[in-house]
């Protein structure tokens, strides 16, 4: 199976069942189906063949999920472009991935057009919805073009079928390539340890662009389930989409909640009480916002996955309802078609409770990174993914996040976690986010800052903050600079992005 078989089934079993919906616009699977074959065929009729890449630059719209599909039935890799980088970075980006054709939602279009002289490789530009540019072709005109046959091709599950950015924490991204079987594992572990099925109706409002299409739209999609798309989360939106459409499966990342939900009221007066599933990955999901979800959604069971782009997707570790309160601060067991090591600086098996690097190995693990060799050799070694995270595991084979392996800190000849110091500062009633890193020193080697966002309507200062980590914490482990943030800037699948908060922290100074 491919993962363009998922739209071609679902037109035989559900033909005239919803299969997704956007803003006013309603596909069934038939007419889903039916576009994504013509957008195939109009694409095989420029030339394409098995292997070649198209880049796509938008976000969250209808030709997306088409593209997705119409390029994984004709083995064409796609390329679904990171919109949130500068101009120069996708430009780059376009270039790395020796894409040939370039679709672009027109709101992209002065931005398509400034870079176009620079993208010799892209030989046609095709543009979505209105304003379109000259240079480009009209995308529903262009897929009147095709016929609405499935298109023949031979593509097999160990081909590439995707490229997505990765990397974005350290502000370096590289292309990670995902054949069609590391993405079909991900979706099928997705559903089995969300119980999805037909009768399912989730919402992708996670960018598309990110490796959530494996565990959203791909996992839903292949269970036969409706999906919901938002263009970009707004959170009155969002929670009028899961109330109108009658919503079962949410998936969205704890800042959407800190940041957004929790603090429109407009947004929580809707009734979510059907919602049966709530997932959430990617950053800290402490006790009082789950406390809040099972509030809002009373009869949602609630699940915490951990994972990468380079094993496929957010899915390499499950956390389950039943244990989201009783092991409330681990990120769950290893998904069980993945091996797994945790090892120490030496490579050696750490002990039950020591932290150690997580490596993993499986058919979700990917198998390196588009045209970065060096990249690859160093993260993929004799089939083992070095994912750069430190994990403890007890003994009943729950593991715990100890941090990211580049996150710790070396100050006055101790190593400190950051995610230590952030778990702290968490406890504090005023501290709503916090977010520590590890600035150069010449005393003591690199010193221990901590940026803190205060929750709304609460006030604290920085002298309550050392008086409150002299408290909780050993003297090396206390920040030597606190300050204040609005906001902690973030990539969109959620992750701080602690490179540009050190960037931002040196310009200040």
Request: with cysteine.
């Amino acid at each position: 199976m491919t993962i363009g078989n998922i739209v071609s089934r679902n037109a035989i079993q559900y033909p005239d069942r919803e299969a997704l919906v956007f803003e006013k616009t309603r596909y069934t699977w038939k007419d889903l189906n039916r576009r994504v074959n013509q957008l195939a065929n109009a694409l095989l009729s420029l030339g394409l063949k098995k292997g070649d890449k198209v880049a796509m630059l938008a976000e969250n719209i209808p030709a997306m999920v088409e593209a997705n599909y119409a390029l994984a039935k004709i083995g064409v890799v796609y390329f679904p472009v990171k919109t949130r980088l500068l101009a120069p970075d996708i430009r780059y980006l376009i270039d790395l991935s020796d894409a040939t054709v370039l679709i672009f939602h027109n709101e992209f279009a002065e931005m398509v057009a400034g870079m176009r002289a620079d993208l010799p490789k892209v030989k046609t530009f095709i543009g979505v919805g209105e304003g379109k540019p000259d240079f480009a072709l009209d995308y529903e005109q262009f897929l009147t073009k095709g016929a609405p046959e499935e298109p023949a091709a031979d593509v097999d599950a160990k081909d590439p079928y995707i490229f997505l950015c990765t990397g974005g924490t350290t502000g370096v991204s590289k292309l990670a390539m995902l054949s069609h079987e590391n993405a079909l594992w991900a979706a099928f572990t997705t559903i089995n340890a969300l119980s999805l099925s037909p009768a399912d109706t989730g919402i992708q409002v996670l960018p598309l662009f990110h490796v959530i299409i494996n565990n959203c739209l791909n996992s839903l999609m292949a269970a036969g389930a409706r999906v919901v798309l938002q263009h970009r989360f707004e959170p009155v939106e969002y929670m009028r989409n899961l109330s109108e459409e009658k919503v079962t499966v949410a998936m969205v990342v704890p800042p959407f909640l800190f940041n957004w939900i929790m603090g429109v009221p407009e947004a929580i007066a809707y009734d979510v009480s059907h919602v049966r599933i709530f997932a959430t990955a990617a950053a800290t999901f402490p006790r009082d916002l789950k406390d809040d979800v099972k509030k809002y959604m009373p009869n949602a069971g609630l699940f915490y996955t951990y994972g990468l782009t380079e094993s496929s997707g957010g899915n390499a570790t499950v956390l389950p309802d039943a244990q989201m309160f009783e092991k409330e601060e681990s990120i769950g067991v290893i998904n069980p078609v993945l091996s797994y090591r945790i090892v120490d600086d030496e490579g050696k098996e750490a002990a039950i409770g020591k932290p150690g690097e997580l490596l993993l190995k499986g058919p979700s693990v990917i198998s390196g990174y588009y045209k970065r060799e060096d990249e690859t050799k160093k993260t993929f070694v004799d089939g083992w993914l070095h994912t750069g995270d430190i994990v403890r595991r007890d003994e009943e084979g729950f593991l715990y996040f100890v941090d990211r392996k580049k996150d710790m800190i070396k100050t006055g000849g101790e190593n400190v976690f950051a995610k230590e110091v952030e778990d702290a500062f968490l406890t504090h009633p005023a501290v709503q986010e916090a977010a520590v890193f590890g600035m150069p020193d010449p005393k003591w080697g690199e010193m221990i800052h901590t940026a803190i966002v205060v929750k709304p309507g609460q006030a604290v200062t920085e002298e309550d903050l050392f008086a409150y980590a002299r408290e909780k914490l050993p003297g090396y482990k206390r920040p030597k600079v606190i300050y204040f943030l609005p906001a902690l800037p973030r990539n969109p699948s959620g992750k701080v992005l602690k490179y540009k908060m050190k960037d931002d922290y040196q310009k200040s100074k």
